[in-house]
């Protein structure tokens, strides 16, 4: 049976040849090509692939039907490229498969394996709350494809190239930290924005003082402030306490004390956010001027009264020289000190040079205790521009 069909066959082309026909060949199918721009991306990264390379032997590619492996439709387009946004994650097979002008189908299809990473993690590690915050990307996912980095702390600073960074803010506030990265040419941002809230760091106070000890009354002694800094902004106000019950403001002041004794000086600095702080000083202020001896004389006057001379010698220790009122008092008491007698007063208007012992004032003809006149106590008062400085009892010896 075979045989008679094959004869037959052979005897149906010899006839078509006999008659001029001659069979028409068979279709061969087309061959499936392809590129991709890019292999690897972020979430949003979109790349475009191109199926020009494939080929019809005997005719024209005329589909092109592209599957891409994320769960998207599948397409079936005449244009030789497309382009395609990945939404998420993960590493899928794109496929291609073409039809030719007869509608055959290639056998196999091309293929290219897309790696879609997610966006990077970014985080801050705060050693202090303006200093040294170290900013990161977890990278780990497609690190070596990313070609740019680009930070930008909110400060008005921004640097590059690098994943991970220190940075310190100069001033205090809230800021937004932005980071742009590109990997094979598509510019991503992290998912997780990073705020940092930088706390107002407090000024320091620092106190120096412009002369060294002994200090006196009614010298002038000069204060600074200027060692007081503020690392994140600038001292707006110095105010200064000086213990005595008096007060003065400026990076730099000058003070004089009335009276000895042991003073705290207080400076307060505020920068310019309102917080303040605080540096102190004790110092000993001493008396400019000592009464050094009295000397009492006394003598009976030509009325037959008992009289008192006082030679009382001063030494000037402090600023006295510039000129000043120097009054002196010397009043008598009984011998008990419980009643005054009199009270005379000289005052000096001049010069008095500093260190000098024996600058001498005398009070004369001043009534003693008649009922005691060696017993007569003094009370000697020395005042310097309207200021005590020294005072002390006093006998004749």
């Known amino acids: 049976m075979k045989r008679i069909w094959a004869a037959i066959a052979v005897l149906i082309a010899l006839g078509m040849m006999i008659a001029g026909c001659t069979p028409p060949p068979e279709n061969k199918k087309p061959t499936a090509s ?8 972020f979430i949003g990264g979109a790349a475009t692939f191109n199926a020009s390379q494939s080929k019809d032997p005997d005719g024209k590619v005329k589909d092109y039907i592209w599957n891409f492996g994320d769960g998207s439709a599948e397409q079936t387009i005449k244009d030789k490229s497309i382009n395609h946004t990945f939404t998420k994650s993960g590493a899928f097979n794109v496929t291609l498969f073409v039809k030719d002008d007869k509608g055959a189908k290639s056998s196999k299809a ?25 900013f990161s990307i977890d990278n780990t996912t497609i690190g070596k494809y990313i070609t740019d980095y680009s930070w930008n702390f909110g400060d008005g600073s921004a640097v590059g190239k690098v ?27 992290p998912a997780n924005p990073i705020t940092i809230t930088v ?7 620092n106190i120096s003082i412009g002369a060294v000890a002994p200090y006196y009354t009614n010298k002038p002694i000069s204060f600074s402030g200027a060692g007081s800094h503020d690392d994140d902004g600038t001292i707006v106000k110095y105010y200064w306490q000086f213990g005595d019950g008096t007060t003065a403001n400026g990076s ?11 003073y705290t ?4 600095v505020t920068d310019n956010d309102n917080a303040t702080a605080s540096a102190n000083l004790t110092l000993t202020v001493e008396k400019d001027m000592i009464i050094k001896a ?45 009643v005054k007698i009199e009270t005379n007063s000289t005052i000096n208007s001049g010069t008095w040079e500093p260190n ?42």
């Open 110 to 134: 091309a293929g290219a394996m897309i790696v879609v990473a997610p966006l990077p993690i970014a985080s801050a590690s705060v050693v202090d709350t303006s200093t040294n915050i170290t």
């Open 294 to 338: 009295v000397t009492v004389t006394t003598f009976v006057d030509l009325s037959g009264y008992n009289r008192s001379n006082l030679s009382i010698k001063i030494e000037n220790k402090g600023e006295a020289k510039s000129p000043g009122t120097i009054r002196v008092n010397a009043t008598s008491y009984t011998a008990n000190k419980s």
């Open 199 to 205: 706390q107002n760091r407090a000024p320091v106070a």
């Open 163 to 189: 994943p991970s960074i220190q940075h310190s803010y100069l001033d205090n506030g809230t800021f937004t930290v932005a980071l742009t990265i590109v990997c094979q040419g598509q510019s991503a941002t």
């Open 252 to 262: 730099s002041v000058s003070h004089a004390y009335n009276k000895p004794d042991n």
């Open 356 to 397: 000098t012992p024996d600058n001498s004032i005398s009070i004369n003809a001043l009534l003693p205790d008649g009922q005691n006149i060696n017993g007569t106590w003094y009370l000697v008062e020395v005042f310097y521009q309207g200021n005590l400085v020294d005072s002390g009892w006093y006998q004749k010896s």
């Open 34 to 41: 392809m590129t991709a721009d890019k292999v690897v991306m």
């Open 265 to 268: 000086v207080i400076l307060v």
